[in-house]
């Protein structure tokens, strides 16, 4: 695979664990310690008498001392404006994770990184970007990812068996507690992978209302018991209702507690795992396809963050009905836009389209053009300008280009936002 290895690093608010290729293209999530660890405290601490920073475990001891600044929950840092402390915070502690990778790796450099991070959003991917570019890497080696593509990357690398129907990955710890749901839609190349994510938090909030939690939302044994049954009633549900091959249980939560009724709710005729590093190795296999060999470029993933619609434009071409993709789905929304030139027979109206394929549906809708100045038939120009400005709605933009020598354009525009339904 070239010079360098090629890392993969989940970004959580609690911890940041990271894995890297090995020689044949598998995932190895990096441990140390005695004990084998592989989660570092998503901390840092900053000591202002010998002006030295801390990351890690280090981090949380050092802060206990005098005259230092503890920074913890660090993607929450990278999801705001960051001011030059700010970037200190958040190089300091990568570069500290990007060491610990080549010491355990035993590689002498990295070559290219995968970020997963809970809230992927605009800004925590340019801060991100903007870190890494300080510590001497350039964009194109570095690519920023959800949880829930980490959670289909590594899904899609497992055996058939447990993805021929849905699979679910529920994640309990103190800051999350939901469900993602993975359907993969075969029919038509490229294949969808869809998620959608509950948020079952209304459940910890029952339990919690009859119940008290220990110190920072952490279970005592007795609420980690009546949880267990609440949730174990919410998955029996779940599986007489839908078709389910596997489920996966990761977080604090569900290492730190038995959860009997829960699995005896969801292990029968199902593949059932329970462990940490699915993010991690999920972003080393996304890594994978990003740097190294693609093997699943012929998937879309669709899921928040996502565009999960295509949108067409209705057109003519040599006299025969067509179209014009504007938008597809499994592109960042904030990243999707398009740009495309025709000629307006005559004023008229646009006629779009947006295709829900994983619900069977389409939504048409048109931009009225009928005010562009009047012209002779083809000789007038046309600029349609497409973006999302919102993961549900879309604006299309059509402004008159003219025609040549022969009409000189006005610039006039027409625009018109459509909320996807």
Same mark, same amino acid.
């Given at each position: 695979?070239?010079?360098?290895?090629?890392?993969?690093?989940?970004?959580?608010?609690?911890?940041?664990?990271?894995?890297?290729?090995d020689?044949?293209?598998?995932?190895?999530?990096?441990?140390?310690?005695?004990?084998?660890? $592989?989660?570092?405290?998503?901390?840092?601490?900053?000591?202002?008498?010998?002006?030295?920073?801390?990351?890690?475990?280090?981090?949380?001891?050092?802060?206990?001392?005098?005259?230092?600044?503890?920074?913890?929950?660090?993607?929450?840092?990278?999801? +705001?404006?960051?001011?030059?402390?700010?970037?200190?915070?958040?190089m300091?502690?990568?570069?500290?994770?990007?060491?610990?990778?080549?010491?355990?790796a035993?590689?002498?450099s990295? @070559?290219?990184?995968?970020?997963?991070?809970?809230?992927?959003?605009?800004?925590?991917?340019?801060?991100?970007?903007?870190?890494?570019?300080?510590?001497?890497?350039?964009?194109?080696?570095?690519?920023?990812?959800?949880?829930?593509? $980490?959670?289909?990357?590594?899904?899609?690398?497992?055996?058939?068996?447990?993805?021929?129907?849905?699979?679910?990955?529920?994640?309990?710890?103190?800051?999350?507690?939901?469900?993602?749901?993975?359907?993969?839609?075969?029919?038509?190349?490229?294949?969808?992978?869809?998620?959608?994510?509950?948020?079952?938090?209304?459940?910890? *909030?029952?339990?919690?209302?009859?119940?008290?939690?220990?110190p920072?939302g952490m279970?005592?044994?007795?609420?980690?018991?009546?949880?267990?049954?609440?949730?174990?009633d919410?998955?029996?549900?779940?599986?007489?209702?839908?078709?389910?091959?596997?489920i996966?249980?990761?977080?604090?939560?569900?290492k730190?507690?038995?959860?009997?009724?829960?699995?005896?709710?969801?292990a029968?005729?199902?593949?059932?795992?329970?462990?940490?590093?699915?993010?991690?190795?999920?972003?080393?296999?996304?890594?994978?396809?990003?740097?190294?060999?693609?093997?699943?470029?012929?998937?879309?993933?669709?899921?928040?963050? @996502?565009?999960?619609? *295509?949108i067409?434009?209705?057109v003519?071409?040599?006299? @025969?009905?067509?179209?014009?993709?504007?938008?597809?789905?499994?592109?960042?929304?904030?990243?999707? @836009?398009?740009?495309?030139?025709?000629?307006?027979?005559?004023?008229?109206?646009a006629?779009? $389209?947006?295709?829900?394929?994983?619900?069977? +549906?389409?939504? +048409?809708?048109?931009v009225?053009?009928?005010k562009?100045?009047?012209?002779?038939?083809?000789?007038?120009?046309?600029?349609?300008?497409?973006?999302?400005?919102?993961?549900?709605?879309?604006?299309?933009?059509?402004?008159?280009l003219?025609?040549?020598?022969?009409?000189?354009?006005?610039?006039?525009?027409?625009?018109?936002?459509?909320?996807?339904?």
């Amino acid at each position: 695979m070239g010079k360098g290895i090629i890392l993969g690093i989940d970004f959580s608010l609690n911890f940041t664990q990271i894995a890297y290729l090995d020689g044949d293209g598998v995932p190895q999530t990096i441990t140390f310690g005695d004990e084998g660890h $592989s989660m570092i405290p998503s901390v840092v601490c900053y000591n202002k008498d010998v002006k030295e920073w801390y990351s890690g475990e280090e981090a949380i001891e050092r802060g206990r001392l005098a005259h230092t600044v503890m920074y913890k929950e660090l993607p929450n840092i990278c999801s +705001k404006k960051m001011n030059e402390d700010k970037q200190k915070v958040i190089m300091s502690f990568m570069k500290y994770v990007l060491d610990i990778a080549c010491a355990s790796a035993h590689a002498t450099s990295i @070559r290219d990184i995968c970020i997963s991070v809970d809230d992927l959003n605009p800004k925590i991917t340019e801060n991100l970007k903007m870190i890494f570019e300080m510590l001497g890497y350039q964009p194109e080696q570095v690519r920023i990812i959800s949880h829930t593509e $980490s959670f289909v990357y590594y899904i899609l690398n497992q055996n058939k068996d447990i993805w021929i129907n849905k699979v679910y990955f529920i994640n309990f710890d103190r800051y999350d507690f939901s469900c993602r749901k993975l359907n993969v839609m075969k029919g038509r190349e490229p294949f969808v992978a869809d998620v959608k994510i509950e948020d079952l938090d209304e459940i910890k *909030k029952k339990v919690q209302a009859k119940m008290p939690f220990a110190p920072e939302g952490m279970l005592t044994n007795d609420a980690a018991e009546m949880l267990d049954g609440e949730l174990a009633d919410y998955l029996a549900d779940q599986v007489k209702r839908h078709v389910v091959s596997g489920i996966f249980l990761s977080g604090q939560g569900f290492k730190n507690h038995e959860w009997p009724k829960t699995v005896e709710a969801i292990a029968h005729n199902r593949r059932v795992f329970q462990g940490d590093n699915l993010i991690v190795r999920g972003a080393t296999h996304a890594a994978r396809e990003f740097f190294h060999i693609p093997h699943l470029d012929h998937y879309l993933i669709s899921c928040k963050g @996502r565009t999960r619609v *295509k949108i067409t434009m209705n057109v003519k071409h040599r006299e @025969r009905d067509n179209t014009i993709t504007l938008s597809n789905i499994g592109d960042y929304w904030y990243n999707a @836009r398009s740009r495309a030139e025709c000629i307006m027979d005559e004023p008229c109206v646009a006629d779009f $389209s947006i295709h829900d394929i994983i619900n069977q +549906k389409t939504q +048409k809708f048109q931009v009225d053009l009928t005010k562009f100045p009047q012209r002779p038939p083809k000789t007038t120009r046309l600029e349609v300008n497409f973006r999302y400005t919102k993961e549900n709605e879309i604006e299309i933009e059509i402004k008159d280009l003219g025609f040549g020598e022969f009409f000189e354009a006005t610039n006039k525009k027409v625009k018109k936002k459509v909320t996807i339904e």
